[in-house]
């Protein structure tokens, strides 16, 4: 399972194979200017792609940005300690990877364009056909970042 965190984020999940068994984007509760990750259908989405199958979890390791704001960087850090609760909650092996690392990896530039690419040839049956779609394209990349370079769980990537 892969997750791009913010509050433009998704979850994903593809097999052994590398075929899409689930896309989401992150479900997102608002409350004025804060935002955060609706646990419940969080965890629903990936307890329904894990199908009891065992699993892991990789969620790209974000920070702050160096101009960013405090109440910027408190609102992102809120939204990001959220979605990790949420996949502490299902106890599968979690994984934080840097998006150097990953994209690296897989042969990205540092652009989310480029990630929207690949994830279009990789997954055309994917629903990735807007721009805003990056989130999920950066989701099923770390999917399939974890399914090549990572020692696999039994039955899912």
Known sequence: MGLDPGVSG??????????VIALHDLPIIRDGRLAFV?????????IAARNGRPSRILVERVGPMPAQG??????????????????????????LVTPATWKR?????????ASLDRARLL????EL????HDGRAEALLLAE???RHHHHVEGAA
């Open 38 to 46: 609706d646990a419940p259908e969080l965890v629903g989405h990936m």
């Open 70 to 95: 405090v109440s910027s960087t408190f609102a992102f850090g809120v939204g990001f300690g959220s979605l990790l609760a949420a996949c502490r909650y299902i106890a599968q092996p979690l994984e």
């Open 129 to 132: 056909h807007l721009a805003k």
């Open 145 to 147: 970042f974890g399914r």
């Open 10 to 19: 998704a979850f994903a999940a593809i097999d052994d194979a590398g075929q």
């Open 105 to 113: 990896a897989l042969g990205l530039p540092r652009e989310k364009r």
């Open 123 to 126: 997954f055309p049956t994917a």
